[in-house]
């Protein structure tokens, strides 16, 4: 049976501490030299873009690449998935050439659909829904900086977005207390949420920033306008002031507090460039465990150990 990665709503605990330890041990003997290209030797991954990216782009081809397989990109004019021919016949055809999928997407239920008809692995790289190997990378971070997650307190302030929805769904696996403070209207997923709190899981939803910072193990934060609602932005900037993850607002979470942003970053909105770079920032931390996090992921779900 096929495994994909859709949603971390989809996988237990177990799963998700199984790429965490792989992806720990993965980093630890990347830095110490050891190569890894044995483990997805001849294997190739179609990589479907319908929007754009750096991080996401970046570090799943160098991540295939170091685990001796091969990336290909197909970007949003290359297939026009949807456009040109069926989400379901593109799910067949790349099938039949590639071990695995990886898509960025607008509608979540296009990865859905993606993962319904392949007949090899689908990884949602983005959609408009969830982010799930962001916060795959992002509990590797926290993980690393405080040797536990159980018991630790985020806070995300800003919008309900794709990250967040995909931070509730790992928090709850992993029994970490969610807290977030948005403008009305711009809450997380409600099914999400619901889902976290039948798993027994502390989600918060608030209004005032300070109040969801105070004694936060994490302060998170992401743009306040996502990929695909750019005809909002100026609307959003109204709505959003004062969500803004400042040194200022540091100062209310634990000293040892860690500032996250998944970025790309707008400085001056949802974050300033003072916090990004302060001591507490971990930012590029996540960026980096993106590849590792994800070269686990591929692993365990190309390379025939599931
Ligand atoms: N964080 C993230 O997914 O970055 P990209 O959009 O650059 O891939
Ligand atoms: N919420 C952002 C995340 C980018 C990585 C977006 O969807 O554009």
Redesign the pocket.
Known sequence: MKRDLVSLGDWSTQEIWEVLELAAHLKREHRAGVRHDHILRGKTLAMVFQK??????VSFEVGMWQLGGYALYLGPEDIKLGQRETVEDVALNLSRYVDGIMARVFGHEVVEELARFATVPVING?SDLL?PC?ALADVLTIWEKKRRLSGLTLAFIGDGNNVANSLIEASAKLGMHFRIACPEGHEPNARIVAEARALGAEIAILRDPKEAAKDADVLYTDVWTSMGQEAQAELRRKKFQGYTVSLELLSFAKPDCLVMH???AHYGEEITYEAARSRNSVIFDQAENRLHAQKAVLALLLGGRS
Do not use: G, I, K, Y
């Open positions: 754009p990216s750096l991080r996401t782009r983005l982010h962001q998944c970025l790309p």
